[in-house]
């Protein structure tokens, strides 16, 4: 969602449940006996959860200055991390949740920059945090002001560690995930007074470790 007012504070119920259930982890999942194969599923559909939640469209906050805050939230399937997880005798796994506290800045010449936070949370032995960052263009503003539409070209950054106890084979242990990941995406979305849906496409570059 967007506003052209100068500010906007969204916080709903729904957005707030699921940042509640992104930090209550009630079971953790249980690695073991690992291939390559299983650690590329883990890599990619733990880093397309977390990739830059913002949720904000191609339009700038303002003409010339806007700011915007929100508390965010949502979640992914993650049917290879529970199959991974069952199969080494664990908790299932089926989804992955992501929140925090996102907020928007836009200067002149439709220029925004965006970042989520999520402080270190823990919870039944498991320990998250994660922040993000991105600059986004919105190049109708004033570099293509004849484009009937909104566009905007966004990069952005985002870093995030995981980790949790588990016992494998009568092993105890910590399980540590980080992950590093880039991204640049085209945005596009109508011209509307109050809700803004939108469309975007991209590609994501992820660094993974696993410990």
Do not use: C, W
């Not at 916080?11 to 006996?33: D, E, G």
């Not at 977390?50 to 993650?78: D, K, Q, R, T, W």
């Not at 570099?143 to 105890?172: C, E």
Request: a neutral charge; charged letters at 15%; hydrophobic letters at 40%.
């Amino acid at each position: 969602m967007s506003s052209k007012n100068s500010f906007q504070f969204v916080a709903t119920a729904f957005a707030l449940a699921l940042s509640l259930s992104a930090l209550q982890v009630k079971a953790s999942p249980t690695f073991s006996n690992l291939t390559q194969d299983d650690f590329d599923h883990i890599a990619k559909e733990y880093s397309s959860n977390i990739e830059h939640p913002s949720v904000m469209g191609a339009e700038s906050l303002g003409h010339l200055f806007g700011l915007e805050v929100a508390l965010v939230g949502g979640v992914n399937p993650s049917p290879k991390i529970n199959d991974i997880s069952e199969r080494s005798s664990g908790s299932s796994f089926k989804n992955l949740y992501h929140g925090g506290l996102a907020a928007g800045l836009t200067v002149p010449f439709g220029i925004t920059g965006e970042a989520v936070l999520l402080p270190k949370m823990k919870m039944g032995g498991a320990e998250f945090q994660a922040y993000s960052i991105g600059a986004k263009i919105t190049l109708n503003e004033d570099l293509l002001a004849m484009i009937p539409f909104n566009l905007a070209v966004r990069g952005f950054y985002t870093n995030s560690q995981f980790s949790f106890d588990q016992t494998a084979g009568g092993v105890s242990g910590t399980i540590k995930n980080k992950d590093t990941i880039t991204g640049l995406q085209l945005l596009a979305s109508p011209r509307l007074p109050i809700l803004e849906p939108y469309a975007g496409i991209g590609f994501l570059q992820a660094k993974n470790t696993l410990s």
